[in-house]
């Protein structure tokens, strides 16, 4: 996918069930001058409905990748898909 | 010394009677005698060790004959419930302890449901059962008076059917009785068998089933909720905060309460950190994250009087292709058994793993060694180890799950391959299978790992697994937020956290042993007040309650005071008895390590491809760990505590 205008990136996301019950609105796509994965967390604060930016239970991942430390300053590109995960290890 | 005299020398100690507010006794159970002994722990041993775990631990201690064997009947059993169970939000749980016939090591496993509760409820916080009974019985203590009953009517029968057969002459589990019992695979001293607290429920790890199996115990049923449980002070307002706080934390709030563990599936998978085909590899399909079990959830449920209710439920029924028999429906699966019977086994169905996982519960199988002794033979078929010589008739072909089926049945009769799989990691040392089967092995002191996570990325992960008391088990000190990014960016936080520098990478070795220690002393207090370990602090959520909050309801409820400082150094006291006992078992530094595969074969795909444990790092990993624990090289307590520990526990 190809930005729009210079500077706004496009975005394939991917949320969780949690914070998007029915199936078909886990996938979207978001338009976004985001540069780096914290800006992104800041700007999806204000799109996603019950998304807390500081709450610890979610992880992202870049392409596949999942990001466990650095996150905020994390680059992301146009065509990324971004996918954020409930992130918990013990049970 | 015999265990009769063990347990004369010990009673002289204890007291006569109850010695603080809600405290319930201690029965000594003699099963071939019929004889039943009572005391109180004193108050200075619960100002120690608190209750549950800790208490369980002092007993073993002073009970056990390290020149018998596991299975002796001389070797006790020891159930015990937490000093809080049923007097704290979530707090339902309680531990059974011994000697496990299993891996060689101590036996300590928790479990939640009724049973423990209805323990306190019926004032009993500890029950000690030696001797082996002279025909197959059940235990019913109701009021404080225990009968011996013959169970020989109920021998050979599941957890299905016993608990309906109990359930037709005694109520409804969960309101009229708590039920701790034994299944067929018990009775055949299966070393991979547990003891069920409940449909589900179980006290899995280390082999209980078989040592309650050995002493002839089907079960110990408690009716009665006569126990004075006033406190000291009143306590239920301390406690609607702390139902508040844990409801209110984000891990419970939007994961646990909703869908449970099979949450932990997804981001193991996505790190190719997921224990597949025996660890051969790390990665496997998608098809098992959790949203794919939705169609087959119809609701969660939980333990006594816990608000989370973490547990889903699972039903087949009306699923086209699937078999409509008593299996179709039940309880779980937790993200243990997802990936046990998921990846482990190279099964990628959801319908298959939630069958396996009924089963698993039927027959009373613990689904982490079950599971890995499968997974193990797999491999060791693949690599012609064992042919159909060994197997019979089986296909042990990755991802067969009609042979996994068949395979479960066999291992709780003990019939023909099942024999081998019901002993488990002992497989090599009775003769099943050639010394070259222990190259792949997923195991540490006997105990093959409980979850499927691949810890060769996060190192405090790797660590813990190679220090935990009872072997290769993730639940006595998981750094779980280790996977937590935004915990690992904030430095500050962190450090105030686990009270020292852990490194935000969870990959780096630096400090982890730090994160370890930490989760090791909070999780053994929590085991000790009878914390569902999901609820503690530290185990998946910063939030939730732990120190403070123990502390708190010490004081309200029992008058214990103790401040947050004080029950940590209890969790560590707990930890170091533990590796006293261990020590007189043989355990040394050389047992505090990890499989062979996790230091010499790399991480082959995914993101930290190459990622293995170095065996200088781990080691160096390892002194520090010792160091910030107070032990030796050979990881014991350091001389002066060790004499003053040994002198409080009194053996």
């Not at chain 1, 650095?70 to 013990?90: H, N, P, W, Y």
């Not at chain 2, 070393?191 to 589900?200: E, F, T, V």
């Not at chain 2, 299996?327 to 058994?337: A, I, L, M, N, S």
Request: with cysteine.
């Amino acid at each position: 996918m190809s930005s729009t205008a210079a500077g706004v990136r496009s975005i394939r996301l991917r949320l969780p069930e949690t914070l998007a019950p029915r199936a078909d609105e886990r996938v979207r796509t978001v338009r976004t001058d985001a540069g780096t994965l914290g800006e992104l967390i800041d700007f999806l604060s204000r799109e996603i409905d019950g998304f807390d930016p500081n709450d610890e239970l979610y992880n992202f991942a870049v392409n596949g990748a999942m990001i466990l430390h650095g996150e905020r300053a994390k680059t992301i590109a146009d065509g990324d898909e971004i996918e954020m995960l409930v992130a918990f290890s013990g049970g | 010394m015999s265990i009769h005299e063990k347990i004369e020398k010990l009673t002289r100690r204890l007291a006569s009677g109850q010695q603080y507010p809600t405290q319930g006794a201690t029965l000594f159970i003699d099963l071939a005698a019929r004889t039943v002994t009572r005391a109180w722990i004193p108050l200075s041993i619960a100002e120690r060790f608190l209750g549950g775990r800790g208490v369980n631990m002092f007993l073993l201690y002073n009970l056990l004959d390290e020149t018998l064997e596991p299975m002796s009947e001389e070797t006790p059993l020891i159930f015990g419930s937490g000093i809080l169970t049923s007097l704290l939000p979530s707090a339902s749980r309680g531990n059974v302890t011994s000697w496990s016939p299993e891996s060689g090591v101590i036996l300590d496993s928790n479990a939640g449901d009724y049973f423990p509760s209805f323990m306190k409820l019926g004032g009993i916080d500890h029950i000690v059962l030696y001797g082996r009974a002279r025909s197959l019985t059940m235990l019913k203590i109701e009021r404080g008076e225990v009968e011996f009953q013959d169970a020989s009517r109920w021998a050979g029968l599941d957890n299905i059917d016993f608990r309906q057969r109990i359930s037709e002459e005694h109520g409804k589990e969960g309101r009229d009785f708590g039920l701790a019992s034994i299944t067929k695979a018990g009775e055949n001293l299966v070393l991979c068998s547990g003891i069920m607290a409940g449909p589900k429920s179980i006290w899995a790890r280390g082999g209980p089933g078989a040592k309650m199996g050995s002493l002839n115990l089907k079960a110990i049923l408690l009716k009665g909720r006569g126990h004075d449980l006033t406190p000291r002070v009143p306590h239920k307002g301390t406690n609607r905060d702390i139902a508040m706080k844990l409801l209110g934390t984000s891990v419970v709030k939007n994961a646990l309460k909703t869908r449970g563990t099979p949450f932990l599936y997804k981001p193991s998978r996505m790190m190719s950190a997921m224990g597949t085909k025996n660890n051969m590899e790390t990665t496997w399909t998608d098809a098992l994250d959790a949203e794919n079990i939705d169609d087959y959830r119809p609701g969660m449920v939980g333990c006594f009087a816990c608000p989370v209710n973490c547990r889903p439920l699972n039903d087949l029924t009306g699923v086209s292709g699937i078999k409509q028999d008593r299996y179709v429906k039940g309880d779980g699966p937790e993200y243990v058994t997802l990936g046990k019977f998921g990846p482990n086994v190279g099964i990628s169905e959801v319908t298959d793993v939630l069958r396996l996982n009924n089963i698993c519960n039927d027959l009373g199988l613990d689904t982490s060694s079950t599971g890995s002794a499968i997974a193990w033979a797999m491999e060791l078929w693949e690599k012609g180890l064992i042919d159909a010589e060994k197997v019979g008739d089986l296909d042990l072909s990755w991802g067969n799950a009609e042979s996994i089926e068949r395979l479960l049945f066999m291992t709780a009769a003990r019939q023909g391959f099942g024999n081998v799989i019901a002993d488990s990691t002992r497989a090599v040392e009775k003769g099943h299978y050639p010394e070259e089967a222990l190259d792949s092995l997923m195991a540490v002191k006997g105990l093959a790992q409980s979850d499927p996570h691949d810890a060769r990325i996060l190192k405090a992960f790797a660590l813990g697994l190679a220090v935990a008391t009872r072997g290769m088990d993730h639940l006595r000190n998981r750094v779980t937020l280790e996977i937590n990014a935004k915990i690992n960016d904030d430095a500050e936080f962190k450090r105030k956290l686990y009270w020292g520098e852990v490194s935000s990478e969870p990959n780096s070795y630096d400090g982890k042993e730090i994160g370890v220690r930490r989760c090791e002393n909070i999780y053994g207090v929590g085991d000790s007040v009878g914390m569902c370990r999901f609820t503690t602090k530290l185990f998946n959520s910063p939030s939730l309650p732990g120190y403070e909050e123990f502390s708190a309801q010490l004081s309200n409820v029992a008058g214990i005071e103790k401040s947050v400082e004080d029950l940590d150094h209890i969790g560590l006291e707990i930890n170091a008895v533990e590796r006293l006992i261990n020590a007189r078992l043989g355990v040394r530094r050389a047992a505090d390590t990890l499989p062979r595969r996790w230091f010499e074969e790399p991480i082959e795909t995914g993101p930290f491809a190459g990622e293995l444990i170095d065996r200088a790092e781990f080691d160096a990993m390892l002194d520090r760990y010792y160091e910030v624990s107070g032990y030796t090289n050979e990881g014991l307590p350091v001389p002066e505590w060790r004499s003053e520990l040994e002198q409080v526990l009194g053996a």
